[in-house]
């Protein structure tokens, strides 16, 4: 309530029907949009310390209401999050170029997804060129708000060169977005029933049913962990490397929880929308152990590379005896299209309508995200970043069946709404 008065305090009553094409503050074709859906005004909007230049940039964009909502000339956003402007494809140098066959799938995919409604029969929303993004400074220059890939301050792990297949110990600083939630209980101990990713300095991106519902009979979110390696013990956890020497971490880091915040049309029967953000009360340092990991620019699911496979990792079930592990654990899994997983979803005792809000992930013996790795990501290694591209949200029990791959919320078709729902 508080951030619609505040809106409305700068919009002033022009009209313009939702979505129609518009001019914006700077000249440049726009759609009227509610203010929510308009990442870089709410970004403005939401600013405890606006600059006159800003206020005069709200003002400027008004274009009607939609009942009591506040609407405005919101310019095109490119699949990084950033605005830019709606031109023809040819008159934006770096988008051309990605046109020049042979053209690469994910190229293909990132043209579409930069597709806007301006002048020319293909538009695109035309940002920053790669040569102009600034690719160091990340411990100063992280926000509240998820990194831009190109900066490379998401999505880099030190591990890279080392991975270790079939659900086994991860290096101290790999996958170093990683993240725990630490549920109080009612004799005042502490539980870790689910986990998460760091996607920017101030918010962890988990499962909606690790926030909400069912599990709050064991416990109530309290702090976000990071940093972690071995929740067995306290202090810096180390590893042997070669040549004799250790890897040490230099130990956790734990954030009270601010607010955590289940999306709304999240269905514990349907499991649908299983997807949430948690947001701390303070900033994330930026370290080798605590970085974030990058938010999907596209849905690289529709035409996925040959061999695909993705990667889990967590403190979860080691095993059908064995429930959680103190390790740091990850595990390579082949993607599954949903045509071959929805059969593994109509038995008894384990239906499930599958969506596309949704993936699927495994299916292999022996090899899955388990019990404890809840809210986890299921990440894609894009080059040297990774992309979160699903959520752990619910699968086979035990885990691990042959045939039977685990059920993932699909990061890219919630990207606005994480958006949306991030602020300063």
């Known amino acids: 309530m508080k951030l619609l008065i505040l809106a409305c305090a700068f919009f002033a009553a022009t009209c313009c029907v939702s979505g129609q094409s518009c001019t914006t503050a700077k000249g440049d074709i726009g759609n009227c949009v509610t203010f929510k859906k308009c ?11 606006r600059s006159p230049a800003e206020v005069d940039l709200l003002k400027k964009s008004a274009c009607g209401f939609e009942g009591r909502t506040p609407k405005v000339c919101c310019p095109c956003h490119t699949p990084y999050g950033e605005p830019g402007r709606c031109v023809g494809i040819y008159t934006c140098p770096h988008l051309a170029e990605m046109m020049t066959p042979p053209v690469t799938s994910y190229n293909k995919l990132f043209i579409q997804a930069s597709k ?23 411990d100063s220059r992280l926000s509240a708000f998820p ?40 004799d005042n101990s502490i539980a870790l029933l689910c986990g998460g990713a760091l996607i920017s300095s101030r918010y962890v991106l988990t499962a909606a049913h690790c926030i909400t519902g069912s599990i709050l009979k064991n416990g109530t979110p309290k702090n976000v962990r990071l940093g972690e390696y071995d929740s067995s013990h306290t202090g810096p956890d180390c590893i042997l490397v070669e040549g004799g020497g250790e890897d040490c971490t230099e130990g956790i880091v734990v954030l009270p929880i601010e607010k955590s915040i289940p999306h709304p049309e999240y269905n514990p029967i349907t499991k649908r929308n299983d997807i949430g953000l948690i947001r701390t009360q303070r900033a994330a340092p ?139």
């Not at 990442?39 to 310390?49: A, C, E, H, R, T």
């Not at 695109?124 to 600034?134: A, Y």
């Not at 297949?165 to 549920?183: C, F, H, K, M, R």
């Open 147 to 186: 990194p831009d890939p190109r900066t490379e301050c998401c999505g880099l792990d030190g591990g890279a060169d080392n991975k270790i297949t079939g659900g086994s110990a991860t290096n101290v600083d790999q996958y170093p977005w990683l993240t725990l939630i630490e549920y109080a209980r009612s």
């Open 286 to 424: 930026y370290t080798d152990f605590i970085r974030p990991i990058c938010l999907p620019v596209v849905d690289i699911t529709v035409t996925p590379p040959p061999n695909f496979k993705l990667w889990a990792a967590g403190w979860g079930a080691i095993n059908s005896t064995v429930k959680k592990s103190s390790i740091k654990l990850h595990v390579d899994l082949p993607f599954v299209s949903q045509r071959e997983c929805q059969p593994s979803y109509v038995k008894p005792g384990l239906k499930a309508d599958l969506w596309n809000g949704q993936l699927c992930a495994g299916g292999e013996a022996g090899k899955d995200s388990c019990r404890g790795d809840s809210g986890g990501p299921l990440m894609f290694e894009n080059e040297k970043l990774y992309d979160m591209l699903g959520v752990v949200s619910f699968g086979p029990s035990p885990c691990g069946k042959e045939d039977a791959p685990g059920v993932y919320t699909k990061v890219y078709a919630y990207v606005d709404w994480i958006r949306e729902n991030i602020y300063p």
């Open 39 to 49: 990442p870089s005004l709410l970004q403005i909007i939401n600013k405890s310390n």
């Open 116 to 138: 806007c409604q301006g002048p020319d029969a293909y538009s695109v929303c035309c940002g920053s060129p790669p040569e102009s993004i600034q690719k160091d400074g990340c």
